[in-house]
């Protein structure tokens, strides 16, 4: 008997013979089914990689509130001024320029039309009435408000206002200086005295007014807008195109060099500039009570 070699090849393999295939008639094309559409891919609101459907409201400029600011010339104002209180609103050669109403936004920043308000109708303990414009931007805005002494035409600090929280809430920032005529809080342009602003006590009550031609967009998201001029545009109008003091070119070069070097001359040198060289002050103000407790922002 013969035994098979260890070293002898495996057989190959056999498999069964593969059927030949006839192809399948075509098949006629009213019996195709159409392709099933491409359905686009929805994302929920909530979850949407690019865009949110959801928009911040805008911001509540209904006028809750009218005040009004009257505006006077007083040539004799350094003739007249002594060692002592002197109230520009007793000025006996006033020339009235005009009057201004202000409509104010109580709904969006109350506490600061609030403490507005009680600086024109005097409830604060201090007043706008008799108290210099500080400063004319041409083309721009003007200031006025500025605490310090009654008898150099400034506004008495106030005792009885509420304290301004909305001066660091982002939502009272929205509204932009985008055309004439806007009334805002001075914060990035106030100029009062350091020893005030460090006192415990001390309120802004400094407010400018833009007076065109066009938007002022270095003030926005720095002071609040609070309310806009309803009657008296022509008085905006008349109040920029009051001359003021502009320092020769040499002079503000000095006055760059004087500051880069810390001298703090250079500051109380710069308080001059841009004052009208007229002296214009606010000859009356007070709070106008209206029938309607609010009123649409295109109403006087």
């Known amino acids: 008997m013969r035994y098979p070699s260890p070293w002898a090849a495996p057989p190959l393999a056999t498999f069964p013979p593969i059927p030949p295939t006839t192809p399948s008639p075509p098949q006629p094309a009213s019996s195709l089914k159409p392709p099933l559409p491409s359905l686009p891919l929805h994302h929920p609101p909530s979850l949407h990689p690019l865009t949110s459907s959801a928009t911040p409201p805008a911001p509540d400029t209904t006028v809750t509130d009218r005040v009004f600011l009257e505006f006077s010339l007083c040539p004799s104002y350094f003739l007249n001024r002594t060692l002592g209180e002197y109230d520009l609103s007793v000025c006996a050669e006033s020339e009235p320029l005009g009057r201004l109403v202000l409509g104010l936004y ?13 600086m024109c109708n005097g409830s604060s303990g201090s007043t706008y009435k008799g108290t210099l414009v500080q400063k004319i931007f041409p083309g721009q805005f003007f200031v ?9 035409g400034e506004v008495k600090p106030p005792v009885e206002l509420a304290r301004n929280t909305e001066t660091v809430d982002s939502k009272a920032f929205l509204l932009e200086h985008s055309r004439p005529g806007l009334v805002s809080l001075c914060l990035s342009e106030n100029d009062d005295d350091d020893d005030l602003k460090l ?7 400094e407010f400018l007014i833009t007076t065109g031609p066009g938007p002022c967009p270095q003030l926005d998201s720095k002071n609040i807008v609070f309310g806009s001029v309803l009657e008296g545009l022509d008085v ?29 001359r250079a500051k109380t040198a710069r308080a001059i500039w841009n004052r009208p060289l007229k002296t214009l002050y606010i000859s009356d103000c007070g709070e106008l009570k209206v029938a309607k407790p609010t009123l649409p922002p295109t109403l006087p």
Do not use: C, M, W
Request: hydrophobic fraction near 35%.
């Open 199 to 205: 006192s415990p006590n001390y309120h802004n009550v």
């Open 236 to 264: 905006v109008t008349a109040i920029a195109s009051i001359p003021t003091y502009k320092p020769a070119e040499r002079i503000r070069q000095y006055n760059d060099f004087a500051e880069f070097i810390g001298d703090g």
């Open 106 to 118: 109580g709904n969006l920043v109350p506490i600061t039309v609030s403490n507005f308000k009680a």
């Open 144 to 152: 006025a408000g500025r605490q310090g002494r009654r008898d150099k």
